[in-house]
């Protein structure tokens, strides 16, 4: 299937979909308050730009989103390549990691007000523990499935110390893996927005919180389109970097 063709598939099924969408609480087959129309979002979200909340809600959620982002990915990549360099770490934080790891990030919130009361910080919290995760184990098996003949070879050439062969060989090597992680979580933060704002942190979580309290459906799909289309432009330029960074292998 051509390139054209597949676009043009996809085309059809949106158009389908929407007019399911459209049809569906026009006909009454559901409450439009429940779900309101596709053709009504654009006059909401034009309320909302005009009125300075969707800029602030985003700018808001943004600044969460990338510090949980680097201050989860950050942790998770350094413990990530201690655990994949060193046996002994691993062992001695099995247990902790099998402790920690099924607990969800939502199951922190309370921990979350309790430490960093209603502010900024504690949806950062939040956001960070969800990716942590993520960015650990993908970092942690690419640093373990690295080709132990490239370590030979590199002590071979004298690259002896951990350092050395960390930044000349099991970094470089690992950087796919670790990208993959990555990648995952940006998709993974983003579902954790929400989730760290609905507990009265300012940013689209909050105000999709209130708009469904006053049954303006209509605006929390606008916010819910806005992070749909954000997470696309946050994808698409982390693929862009993700290739860039890995030239070396085409």
Known sequence: ??????????????????????????????????????????????????????????????????????????????LGLVAGMSRGFEAATAWVVRLLRPIPGLAWVPFAIIWFGVEPSAAVFIIAVGVFWIVFFATQGAVRGVDRDLVEVAQAFGFRGPFQRLVKILLPAATPGILVGLRTALGQAWMAVVAAEIFGVPGVGQRMMQASSLLSTDIVVVYMLTMAALYGLFDTAFVALQGWLLRWRA
Request: hydrophobic share 55%.
């Open 1 to 78: 299937m051509n390139r054209f063709r597949a676009t043009l598939l996809a085309a059809a099924g949106l158009a389908v979909f929407l007019g399911i969408w459209e049809a569906a609480p026009r006909l009454g087959l559901i409450n439009a308050a429940f779900l309101p129309p596709p053709s009504t979002i654009p006059a909401a979200f034009g309320r909302e730009i005009a009125l300075g909340v969707w800029t602030e809600a985003v700018l808001s959620s943004l600044s969460h989103y990338v510090a949980g982002l680097v201050c989860g990915a950050g942790a998770g990549i350094g």
